[in-house]
T-cell receptor, first 112, second 112 residues
Framework: DQQVKQNSPSLSVQEGRISILNCDYTNSMFDYFLWYKKYPAEGPTFLISISSIKDKNEDGRFTVFLNKSAKHLSLHIVPSQPGDSAVYFCAASEDSSYKLIFGSGTRLLVRP | NAGVTQTPKFQVLKTGQSMTLQCAQDMNHNSMYWYRQDPGMGLRLIYYSASEGTTDKGEVPNGYNVSRLNKREFSLRLESAAPSQTSVYFC???????????FGPGTRLTVT
């Protein structure tokens, strides 16, 4: 019973275009959401987060959108660059606690 | 400033053998975590330590024990390894519970 779902295992995008990675969750008590990026043979690195009191958070080329009524969040990368090719995990927690629940990841390939 | 370090990087065990995975962080973080990552399942929390002297179970604690040796170090022990524990293990730390977590490079463990 996955509480955080990333239904697209992979995504391929042309360099310069927008990448949209999606994440759905089932637990309405989640109030803090994060995106992590992972390169092969490395640990995940924190990318961007959003609290449930917001519906959008931007950091440079990365924007996360939260739709609480749909229990859906998305990560937009504009413009996409070949160095963005990695596996992206979304994660969620209740009461900003230590217990992060991760999705299964989406592998993004940005083609030059 | 090395961040989060893990040893060993790779390990092969026979069923029934024991071993300890080591983790250290040099960021003066209070909280530390152990995760495992299996194909198609994202990362799952095994144990965490909110602060020096405390440990608690995560999502999948069975078959593991942990020790928070001091503020810097958090070890994970497998007393009697089983093939189901074949996985990639990540250690992470955070300044406070619920803040973004910083991950080590991982230990790839195979149990035959």
């Amino acid at each position: 019973d996955q509480q955080v779902k990333q239904n697209s295992p992979s995504l391929s995008v042309q360099e310069g275009r927008i990448s949209i990675l999606n994440c759905d969750y089932t637990n309405s008590m989640f109030d803090y959401f994060l995106w992590y990026k992972k390169y092969p043979a490395e640990g995940p690195t924190f990318l961007i987060s959003i609290s449930s009191i917001k519906d959008k958070n931007e950091d440079g080329r990365f924007t996360v959108f939260l739709n609480k009524s749909a229990k859906h969040l998305s990560l937009h990368i504009v413009p996409s660059q070949p160095g963005d090719s990695a596996v992206y995990f979304c994660a969620a927690s209740e009461d900003s606690s230590y217990k992060l629940i991760f999705g299964s990841g989406t592998r993004l390939l940005v083609r030059p | 400033n090395a961040g989060v370090t893990q040893t060993p990087k790779f390990q092969v065990l026979k069923t029934g053998q024991s071993m300890t995975l080591q983790c250290a962080q040099d960021m003066n973080h209070n909280s530390m975590y152990w995760y495992r990552q299996d194909p198609g399942m994202g990362l799952r929390l095994i144990y965490y330590s909110a602060s020096e002297g405390t440990t608690d179970k995560g999502e999948v604690p069975n078959g593991y024990n942990v020790s928070r040796l001091n503020k810097r170090e958090f070890s994970l022990r497998l007393e009697s390894a089983a093939p189901s524990q074949t996985s990639v293990y990540f250690c992470a730390s955070s300044e406070l519970e619920g803040w973004e977590q910083y991950f080590g490079p991982g230990t790839r463990l195979t149990v035959t």
